[in-house]
Structures are given as C-alpha cells and as structure tokens.
C-alpha cells in the first residue's frame, strides 16, 4: 500500500501500480492526468504537482509519491481553474485538448513562481510538453497573458465569422470532458492486444492455456471466435481483425489475440503468456522491387496497390524543346501521426432475457463512425441495427484513425463476454498498429521557356503503402493529380503507383499525398528559377493557375483559384523585406482539395431538433478530432436562426454524432468537414425554420457534392475536385545559425467560419510542415521493424524551438461551396517543406531532394529504396 496527500484528503492506493498515473486514473477516478505515452514521460499530459513541483506522474513510482502533497487539475482552486480556462478559451490555447490538462497543471506551477515567468522561460519550461494541434503559439499567448496578470475575456460564440469560443473549450482546458479511456463504467473488462513477433510469417499454433491461467484474465480472443468476416477496410476489406492459427502474418502491427481482463494491469501481463508459433518468412519491405516480388499480404495476389495515370499534351517532346530543364529524384519519409490520444475504444452490451447480447453500443473515437458500425456488424454477423457507435471527440487524429484499430477486437469481446470491454493502446502499440505518412520517390524532369514559363511536367511516383489498403490508393492519387502544384503547365504525364509491402501501413495523414508531391514541385520550380535567373516568387508569379487556366488533370479552374495569386501577393512585402535584408528566405506555393472528389458522390446530412428542455441538438455526420468542426455547427445555426430574428443561446445547443440516425458520409478527410458540415447544417437551421421549429420535431438538411470525374477517365473537361484551398509560406532562417527564425503563412480559406480556429489550425499545421521538412520521420529497417519506438526519437518541434509564425488569412469565396468556404486542414503544411528546402539553398547554396533535410537518421532507410 502507498499513502500519500491528493487534492488536500489523505489517500491509500494498492501497491500493484505501476507508476502514479495508474493510482490517479485506475483506482481514485482522477483522470484529468492523461496518458498519452505511459512510462516513458515524453508527451507531458500526465502532469501534476508532486510537493509544489509540476512532474510527470507515470514516471513517478509509488515509493516516491509515498507521503508527498499530490495536486491533480481536479484539487486546484475553482477561481484558479476557471481563470485559467478562460484564458486557454480566449486565446484559442487548444484543439484536441487531450494534452491541455497537463499544460494547464504546468501553468499553475508557472504562475506560483515569485517572479512572473516571460515568453521565452514559458517556452523552455514547456519543453517537456507535447502537442501536435496548435504549434504551441495560442499556448505560450495565454500563458504570457496570465503571468503579467491580464484576464482575457472569451468571446462568445456568434454566427460566420466571430471568434467565439470553441465548443467545450473550458472543459477540454481542465480535464472535465472526458476521452473513452476516461470512461469506466460497472463491471468494465479491460483488452490488451496481443501483436506478431514478425513482419511476415505463418502462424502455426496459439496457445491461449498459461495466459487464461494468469489472475484476473477472463478470455483471450483469436481469429477462432469470429463469427463473422475476418477482414475490414476503407476501400478494400483486406485488414484482418485477427491472424488466426493458419494465417500469415503481414506486418508488425497485426493482431493475434486479445487478452481480456478484469484490470488493466493484469490483461496487460498475461500478454506474454500467450505462447505463439511461428514460421518466418523473408519480409517484402524494398518498395522499388516489390511490385516484382512474391506477395507480401496473406491471400492477396500482387504487390501493386494501385496506379494512378494521366496526361496532356507530349511531355517529352515539350521538354525537349525547353529552354531548360531539371531532372530529379525527391525522397519523402514515413512519419507517424502522434496524435496525443493512443487508439481507445469501449464497447457496451445490452443482454436479451436469456443473458446472451442482443445489441451493442461501442464509444469510438474514430474519424468514421458509420464506417466503424458496418465493419463491427460485419464482423459479429449481425445487421448493422444492433450496433450504436457513438462519438467521443478525440485527442488529435490527423487521419490517422480513420482506418479501425482496436474497435473490431473490443466489440467483439464485449459481444462474447456479454460486459463492457475497453481497450486502449499503449503508445508502443499505437506506434506499431497506425497508419503511417506514405514515404514516396518522386522522380521529375521538368521544364520551362527562356522567360521561366512552365512547358512540360512529367512525374513518376512510387508510395509504399505497407501491407494493407487503408487509402492508399487514393493518396497516390491525390499525390499523382497533384503533381503540378498551383501552376500552369499545358504538357504534362503523371504516373503514381502504390505498393504493398511488410512495412508500417501508411493511409491518410493531413496532406494525403499534396504535401510529398509538392516539396517536389517546389523544388523543381527553385531549381528552374535559378537557371532563368528569377527569384523564386517571380518565377511561381509567372506560372500560378488562375481562373479559366486548364490546371494539371486537364481541370478548368473557377473563380475560387484567384485565391492562389491573393497568397502569393499577400507575402511579397515580407519576401522583399527578407531579400533587402539579406535574410535567408525561401517561399512555397500549394494547394489543397477540399472533399473526396475523383467521381466520389459525397452526401452530408444534419439534423437540428429543438427540445422540451429548452436545448437544440445538432446531429452531424462528421468526427470532431480538434479542428472545430462542432463549433463550425454550432456558428453556422446561430448564422442561420440569427437571419430568421431568432436570437439563440450558444449554450443551449449540444452537437452530437451517433450512428442511431443515417447521417454517415463516410470519413472525415480531405479538409471536408467544415464544408460540407456547414451546408448540411445551415440546411437543415432553413428546413426548421420552414416549419415552425417545433419541439421534437427533428429536420433534416443535406449538402451533396457529386459532380466530380474520375482521375484520368479520359473526360475531357475533367472537375476532379470541387473545390480547393490555397496557400503561399515564406520561411526566414537566422543568417548565423541556419535555423528557421520566422514563417509567413498567407492562406485562403474561402471564408473563416472562425478566425481564432482558422489561425490555430495554419499555426498547428506550420509546426507539422517543419518537423516533416526538418526533423520528423519514422523508417523501417529491412526486417520491417520501425527503427523509432518513443515518442522523443520521433523528434517533434518543442516549445522554444518553434519560430514565430505570421497567420495571413485571405477570403477568395469559392464559387457554389457554403458560405464560400474552402477548407483549412490539410493545405496548412502542403507549402512547408519545399519552402524549408528553398530558404536553407538561400542559406548555403545547397539543394535538397530529400526529407528530413536535418535528422538523417529519420530518413527512410537504404534498404528500402535501393
């Protein structure tokens, strides 16, 4: 037993812990301290004050909490807590909020110093802090705010266009809110996966017997209990939610066994007792010759994923007339999401008079909630009416949990085991099961005339996708329909091919294939630049699309692509100011699709319902995972019921995503939720104006977009996106040192549902663009191990290295969208690296072609490219 002071009570917690984190969170229900990377005490959300002191607690044992003054968010001052939210809520200090807690319990610490802490010592001192939403900026504003003793005010949520808060924003900020692993209720059983011990090999027996001995275990689940198909996916069902005793394994990150138990703690240790014969095969992980190899997937024919093609024009013979040209090879790499929340989902059965399960009802924090019910249902074999799948807005995703993780596998057990089942990954697991950035060689020759106009562009791409579909496919396409950037280029063939091998599986990441193909681009752009003789920002003014142009696939571009040129304006005083200066100085121009395209027939709906209870409840179809898509609901129904003379109380409206209405639109990718959430819901806030907006009626209103072509059809006025985002950076380095010292960030949103959140999703997305230019990575060796295991060899920009970053937002409406919204997500860090890339040339006259341009042991690894 481990006595110890908590919040001001005199508590006793069982010695079986094993760290202080699990004594707060697993036996005194304190779970504002979150675990994000539990024991290694890298990411900072566990933090609390230890004697006055902020440490994080699942490095702090028992025997050294025994007999110390514990403080958690939940003990602190109610006037403290609240001034704090405020200020966090104020300033738009967070996103996600599954790290804001211990930031928040860091900031108590700060704010008991003597004397009042600046910028600068609030940057170092959050240096033990994580977060992948904001890049830290809003933080370090609140932060400053409070320790010079200013108060800012919230504003309160208003219609298009205001500032107001985020929805739940206070409560987010301290903890109340809570995330599944938060959620505990009676009789809970706690999963723990069982993962393969290679990359490829034949499972010849599990034995199960030592592991169902261990105490406290009630089940160990495999392949052999799924009543239903044994694979899911997005586009392909090809991800078993099991290897079973005859399979074949196809990367580290497969599930062989859930164990099943009454804690936490004892699922986890019966994991090694599970005893698992292997046969080994050689893995697949050379993407440049696996489309040659044998298989790499168990029962699936083939390496090759998908390719993706088109042309216009004679690229080659246009580049041989040019006056000059370049030919290179660009290597991007494999990076993790690290999203701060490790995969978690529970499952809760409801039992039929005879004690068996009639229905489910799974919490899920994934980016598709209707996706995950129909994958379940198949799965247990049974009609998708008897799952619910509820939404529990997550802590970060980045499109990273749009494939399933662990939700197959727990809904499973609890429909087995008839009790509630949780399962959360340890960020080791997380590590091994995600999907990954498609690392991509990009090989480009292109060309221009002797004034620098672009001729002819031609592109092959090679994505190792890993052993599973996810998306693949579709990031190789998006990277392939790309290629060409914001630019104007009449000769043009394009070829993108993703491959399976046994590496990490790569799938959807903010960016989706624009940002590799860019860095691309831009580089090419820099390099034809120099041999004109033109600085880089004439030579993108001289090639940017604009309205009327025919862009890449052959798509004749709308009013909406005068945004392109807007950015590119928007940062010319600041790149003259630089060059006059003799600041080294780079610049890259992007854009960015908003929604699926590619012939996708997209369909949102929204329900609003006034209720007896004097609250309006917004139903939506889309995930909410930090970017603020339940505050763009909330802004759009005050916008809409506001024209109508109807003056509504943001408090009373609560957003809500369920799978018990047909809402689902599928996934929450490619920068969609904020424009296609804001048509359905206006249109519905319309419909139940209409009719009286009577209570308990439920309206509903959609927004469909289905009037785009298929990549390469052969259509020859081709609409393959609907509508895009654009956005021009500039980044400055210190002329000494070489480090990036500034970002300017012109950015075109079509209209800022929310400024506040419009800045802090760019500022987030610049901090991602410089660890993916500069640092970031996660390769696989030729065993198809990841060669990174903790979160700090992932080497994420910290606090007080992240520069200071200029948000410029530009409003050029996009023709027929909402509003004339575009979408902000993904576009933030499309620019980033190739503008990285041209101000370290500016800096010492070398070019790069290969990603991370500074931590060469976070490049991808020789052997699979060679």
Known sequence: MAKFTCNGKAVTVGDHHPHLLSALRDELGLTAAKDGCAPSGQCGCCTVLINGKARVSCQTSLEKAEGAEILTLEGVDDAERGRIASAFAAHGALQCGFCTPGIVMRTVALLDRPEPVTRDQASRHLGGHLCRCTGYIKILDAVEDLANGLDPVPE??????????????????????????????DGCLHGAVVLSAHARADVVSIDTAAALAAPGVVAVITGADVPG??????????????????????????????VVAESRIEARAAVPLVNIEYEVLEPITNALSAADSEDAVWQLDGNVLSTSAYSRGDATAALAACAHTIDEVFQTQRVDHTFLEPESTLAVPTLGPDGTTESLHVYSGGQGVWDDRDDIAR???????????????????????????????????????????????????????????????????????????LQALHVRMIGDSGPYASVGMKVLERAAGHASGPYVVPNIDIEAVAVRTNNSVCGAFRGFGANQAQF????????????????????????????????????????????????????????????????????????????????????????????????????????????????????????????????????????????????????TTGSRGTLMCSGSVSDACRAAIAGGCKIGVEYEGRYVVDWTTVLGDGNPEPIIHSTFGYAAQLVELNPDSGAVSRVVAAHDVGRAINPLLCEGQIEGAVHMGLGYALSEGFPCDSDGRPLNDTLRSLDIIRPKDMPDVEVILIEEPQPNSPYGVKGVGEIGLVPTAGAVAAAMHAHDGEWRNELPIVNATNREHEASWT
């Open 520 to 667: 691309a681009m831009e580089g090419a752009i820099d390099r034809l630049a120099a041999m004109v003789g033109i600085d880089g920002w004439e030579m993108r003014s001289r090639n940017v699309i604009e309205p009327g142009v025919i862009w890449g696939p052959g798509q004749k571009m709308d009013g909406g692509s005068a945004g392109a040129r807007r950015c590119l304006d928007a940062v010319k005083p600041a790149w003259d100011a630089a060059i006059a200066a003799g600041i080294p100085v780079g610049m890259g121009l992007g854009l960015k699709n908003s929604g699926l395209g590619n012939g996708a027939n997209e369909v949102s709906i929204s329900t609003v319902q006034f209720m007896a209870d004097g609250l309006i409840e917004i139903r939506h179809c889309w995930t909410e995972m930090g970017q603020g898509v339940h505050t763009v609901a909330r802004q759009v129904a005050i916008e809409e019921f506001g024209k109508a003379g109807l003056d509504i109380d943001p408090d009373r409206i609560r957003v809500l995503v369920d799978t018990t209405r047909e809402l689902g639109a599928g996934q």
């Open 156 to 185: 309160r949520p208003g219609g298009i266009g205001s500032r107001g808060v985020k929805y739940e924003a206070e409560e987010l900020s301290l903890g109340d809110r809570g995330f599944i692993d938060d959620m505990a209720p």
């Open 229 to 258: 198909e044994l694979r899911s996916g997005i586009i392909h069902k090809d991800w078993p939610v099991f290897i079973p005793e005859g399979g074949r394994t196809s990367f580290l990150g497969d599930v062989l066994a859930l």
């Open 379 to 453: 799965i247990l074999d049974i009609p998708s009416d008897r799952v619910v799948v509820e939404l529990v807005s997550n802590g970060g995703a980045f499109g990273g949990k749009e494939d399933m993780s662990n939700q197959g596998q727990t809904a499973l057990a609890a429909w087995l085991l008839g009790r509630p089942v949780k399962t959360t990954f340890s960020r080791e697991e997380t590590f091994l099961v995600s999907g990954k950035r498609h690392p991509i060689r990009i090989h480009m020759r292109a060309g221009c005339d002797a004034e620098g106009r």
